[in-house]
């Protein structure tokens, strides 16, 4: 914890954001286009674009800007748009707390190597501070500890910005996108990728990518598979793939060991949010981001998260609309408009579903669902219905309602890998809202 | 007569393709839910294409490798000679997103541009 001390140096803006990858540079090209005049976009890289710089390849911005475009020429769009802009980017700048001086001030400590410590103290703040990976020690894979295993969005970073190679003969587990686009990058590079291995009886990538990525290039995909030893001294050597039974646990007998040099990791993401918390922004336990309603805005009044830092996103176009909405929204908040309520309903996530963003909703309107399932299912329905039991442990008769479906919507198959929005009308939600009535609801995916 | 099975990755229902070729030609098709399957099918079949990333070198203050991509798809089998040809050139900033850092050539039938602006 790093005690905020008044003497620090001081900087004033109406508009801080901080992040600058798609998320950030959204959020303040469309703050400027609405009039407002002194924004800060704090960065702690040397460079704008956040993660897209080292996702050069293509399929990016298909929806916004009609077009497959690389990853760098997504950022640079809006760095070129920003930069005609007068919108102050500090980068080389790392935000470490953030704190409210009074009702209608937010104070972001920051700290870089000319200024040392400064404050800056901003009317609202967006924060886009996009994801991290998970890393070895979260999956605890049993063996030596030898040089050779990384995280793919480290060895994405290696190939393409650094530009070296982290060996030659390479196995990759899970087969999230990530994954997926590195098989390739590496096959690319002349390296010898032996597979790539994932615990789940299905990819979590999207189909697209398997046959671009993997059946181009011959790389063989092992479902139900995992790594169940890593072995080397110093360097890696081999490891062990073992093939996994329903219940996800290793099956004796099944151990297999593959020689190689490289271990790639690609075993998702989770959003960035240690700043948040100084801050004593609550965390959805599922999207591991802030919890927010349908303006973006955190538990604290104007604090908005928007891009990965509130949940992992597929498509940056999504970071990009979601950014925007963010940014009208402290507008609007800068301008009185946004004004703290009760919440109407609170969302909950049912069978098979991992995730809905917003958490809870406080004003009467069309409503935006952000939905991910848990597993694939082909001929689905999207359901809303009330949980009937108020706080889970009040079990009184009286606050005991029943369980109605509220909403309902067909799928016509939804996949782990893709975002599900569900639109619900103004009118629709009212009639949700209404049956609610103060309850929390939940929502479910099933096969109709 | 040749039967060729392919996933259909026009959108992300990915459909599971039965074609059927014939003299040079899809004499029929199976498996497909819309008229993209088949349009995909086409091209998958007798001119697969592919946009081609990668990065090259480049002399900056900045950066030491510049993201750059094919302007138009490629045909899949000519992406590993394009890349040979990349591995040999080095450019210098300033670049400019779009600038051309390899002209079409009898080997790289499509012209290779710098995926970023590097001031310096
Ligand atoms: C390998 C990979 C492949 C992908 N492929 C695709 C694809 O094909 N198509 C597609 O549409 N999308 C794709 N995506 C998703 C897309 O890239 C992301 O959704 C998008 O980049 C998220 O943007 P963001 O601004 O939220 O986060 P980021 O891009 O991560 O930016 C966050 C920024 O915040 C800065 N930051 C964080 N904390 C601090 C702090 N305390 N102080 C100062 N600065 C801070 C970071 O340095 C960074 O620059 C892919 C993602 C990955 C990782």
New binding site residues.
């Given amino acids: 914890m790093i005690l905020i001390d008044k003497e620090h140096t001081n900087k004033e803006c109406s508009l801080a954001i ?7 540079l959204s959020a303040a090209a469309r703050a400027w286009e609405l009039g407002i005049k002194d924004i800060m976009i ?4 040397p460079y704008l ?4 710089p080292q ?1 050069i ?1 293509s ?3 298909t929806r916004i800007f009609n077009e497959e475009l690389t ?1 760098p020429e997504y950022a640079q769009r809006f760095i070129d748009l920003v930069k005609k802009t007068k919108i102050k980017i500090i980068k080389n ?4 707390s953030i704190d409210k001086a009074s009702k209608r001030k937010i104070r972001i400590l920051t700290t870089n190597k000319y200024e040392g410590l400064v404050n800056i103290n901003a009317k609202s703040l967006v924060l ?4 991290r990976e998970r890393t070895r020690g979260q999956i605890l894979i049993p063996g030596n500890r030898p040089a050779g295993v990384f995280t ?2 480290f060895i ?1 970073r290696l190939v393409n910005i650094e530009g070296y190679l982290p060996g030659k003969k390479i196995v990759i587990l899970g087969s999230g ?2 994954g997926l ?1 590195m098989a390739r990058r590496l096959k690319l590079e002349g390296c010898d990728v032996q597979g790539v291995f994932e615990l789940m009886p299905f990819s979590t990538g999207l189909k697209r990518n398997i046959v671009q990525c993997l059946d181009d290039y011959d790389i063989p995909l092992y479902l139900s598979h995992t790594v169940t030893k890593i072995e080397g001294r110093g360097s890696l050597s081999s490891v062990i793939i073992s093939r996994v039974d329903n219940k996800l646990k290793p099956i004796k007998g099944t151990e297999r060991k593959i020689k190689c040099d490289t271990l790639l990791l690609s075993v998702g ?1 989770i959003p ?1 949010n240690e ?1 948040a918390k100084t801050a004593g922004i609550l965390i959805d336990a599922n999207t591991q981001g802030p919890e927010v309603d349908e303006n973006f805005q955190t538990n604290i009044d104007g604090i908005f998260s ?4 509130l949940f992992v ?5 999504n ?1 990009t609309d979601d950014a925007f909405l963010a940014a009208e929204k402290a507008f609007a908040y800068m301008n009185g408009k946004i004004i703290s309520r009760n919440i109407l309903v609170r969302i909950l996530p049912g069978e098979n579903i991992a995730q809905i963003i917003p958490q809870k909703i406080y004003s009467l309107g069309n409503v935006s669902l952000w939905v991910r399932a848990k597993i694939p299912l082909k001929n689905a329905v999207f359901e809303i219905f009330t949980e009937n039991i108020r706080d889970g442990f009040d079990k009184k008769p009286d606050n005991i309602i029943e369980n109605k479906i509220l909403f309902s919507k067909k799928l016509r198959f939804v996949f782990p890998g893709e975002l599900i929005k569900i639109n619900i009308a103004k009118d629709d939600f009212k009639d949700i809202a209404d049956a609610a009535n103060g309850f929390d609801i939940k929502a479910l995916l099933r096969i109709k | 007569m040749e039967n060729k099975k392919l996933t259909c990755i026009s959108c992300p229902e990915g459909c599971i393709l039965d074609a059927v070729i014939d003299d040079c030609r899809i004499s029929s098709i199976s498996g497909n839910k819309c008229k993209k399957g088949l349009v995909f099918a086409e091209t998958e079949i007798f001119n697969p294409t592919r946009i081609l990333t990668t990065t090259i070198r480049i002399d900056s203050e900045d950066y030491s490798r510049l993201p750059v991509r094919s302007s138009v798809a490629v045909p899949k089998n000519d992406i590993f000679t394009i890349i040979s040809e990349l591995k040999k050139i080095k450019v210098k900033a300033p670049i400019k997103m779009g600038d051309i850092v390899l002209k079409k050539s009898s080997s790289a039938k499509t012209a290779i541009i710098a995926s970023m602006s590097i001031e310096k």
């Fill in positions: 901080v992040g600058g990858g798609p998320a950030g704090i960065e702690r890289e674009g956040g993660i897209l996702c390849h399929g990016f911005g990853g700048t790392f935000a470490l886009a501070t996009g994801c793919a969005g994405q996108d990530i686009i993401l960035e700043l928007c891009g990965n830092s996103n597929d498509l940056v176009d970071v």
